[in-house]
């Protein structure tokens, strides 16, 4: 079973997001995060395995929220499409709604000349929320 081994939040954005225990998931984003309400991008998601996989070929470790994610799941299917339901933890459920991001548009933030969201990023759309802690299983519907 997949599960969250990290949830990252910042208060500014283009900046690092910081590591947290818990989080409160709300249609619209993560309470405290600065992305909260600004697209419908409202959570973004790297799977572990995926920055384990960047972290060997840059020879240095990524820290949690150094790539601008806010989940980090591991144990999830390789690719999620377009439309599928996440729920994480009891209640919490995000819609994928977008893999990467689209050819030719910016990303304004990498960590050492590295960021991971444009090409293995997931965004998704809060449909329920709820709280999130660091431990907390996460199923595809």
Same mark, same amino acid.
């Given at each position: 079973?997949?599960?969250?081994? /990290?949830?990252?939040?910042?208060?500014?954005?283009?900046? @690092?997001?910081?590591?947290?225990?818990? /989080?409160?998931?709300? @249609?619209?984003?993560?309470?405290g995060d600065s992305h909260r309400g600004v697209t419908e991008r409202e959570v973004s998601l790297l799977r572990a395995e995926d920055i384990r996989k960047a972290e060997e070929e840059a020879g240095f470790a990524f820290p949690p929220g150094s790539l601008a994610e806010n989940l980090v799941v591991e144990g999830l299917p390789e690719e999620l499409p377009v439309g599928a339901v996440l729920k994480a933890g009891d209640s919490v459920l995000l819609e994928?709604?977008?893999?990467?991001?689209?050819?030719?548009?910016?990303?304004?933030?990498?960590?050492?000349?590295?960021?991971?969201?444009?090409? /293995?990023?997931?965004?998704?759309? $809060?449909?329920?929320?709820?709280?999130?802690?660091?431990?907390?299983?996460?199923? $595809?519907?």
């Amino acid at each position: 079973m997949a599960s969250v081994t /990290a949830i990252c939040v910042s208060t500014e954005r283009q900046q @690092p997001k910081t590591e947290v225990e818990r /989080a409160r998931f709300f @249609p619209g984003g993560i309470e405290g995060d600065s992305h909260r309400g600004v697209t419908e991008r409202e959570v973004s998601l790297l799977r572990a395995e995926d920055i384990r996989k960047a972290e060997e070929e840059a020879g240095f470790a990524f820290p949690p929220g150094s790539l601008a994610e806010n989940l980090v799941v591991e144990g999830l299917p390789e690719e999620l499409p377009v439309g599928a339901v996440l729920k994480a933890g009891d209640s919490v459920l995000l819609e994928v709604i977008e893999k990467g991001k689209k050819p030719g548009e910016p990303h304004s933030y990498d960590y050492r000349g590295w960021c991971l969201l444009p090409a /293995a990023g997931y965004f998704l759309r $809060v449909g329920r929320g709820g709280e999130v802690r660091r431990g907390d299983p996460v199923t $595809v519907m």
